[in-house]
């Protein structure tokens, strides 16, 4: 199984971003799908969640900015960023726990990773 991010780069105070996530592989179910981010010197925090049901979480600073989605039938998570600050700069994690098959113990699975900075 592979988490791939796109999406992220440099975007100014006040500014629209979206990452997207899409999970490949050998994938019976996935129950949750969710964004960490990590800024340097700072520990991995837990941004947005959303579960296979739609039921959805965020992180206290980011409610009203940040908007996740999941599109189940493509395996596919997104994060729609308005408004952003200087402070939401950090690398933007896709996190997924998940099953490969009916049988499987549920999984951890990360992506890579990709970049977003605000800044003027």
């Known amino acids: 199984v592979q988490l791939v991010e796109s999406g992220g780069g440099l975007v100014q105070p006040g500014g629209s971003l979206s990452v997207t996530c899409a999970a490949s592989g050998s994938i019976f179910t996935i129950e949750v799908m969710a964004w960490y981010r990590q800024a340097p010197g700072d520990q991995r925090e837990l941004v947005a969640t959303v579960t296979s049901d739609g039921a959805t979480n965020y992180l206290d600073s980011v409610k009203g900015r940040f908007t996740i989605s999941r599109d189940g039938a493509k395996n596919t998570v997104d994060l729609l960023m308005n408004n952003l600050k200087p402070e939401d700069t950090a690398v933007y994690y896709c996190?997924?726990?998940?099953?490969?098959?009916?049988?499987?113990?549920?999984?951890?699975?990360w992506g890579q990773g990709t970049q977003v900075t605000v800044s003027s």
């Open positions: 996190h997924a726990v998940l099953t490969e098959t009916w049988h499987s113990p549920r999984q951890l699975y």
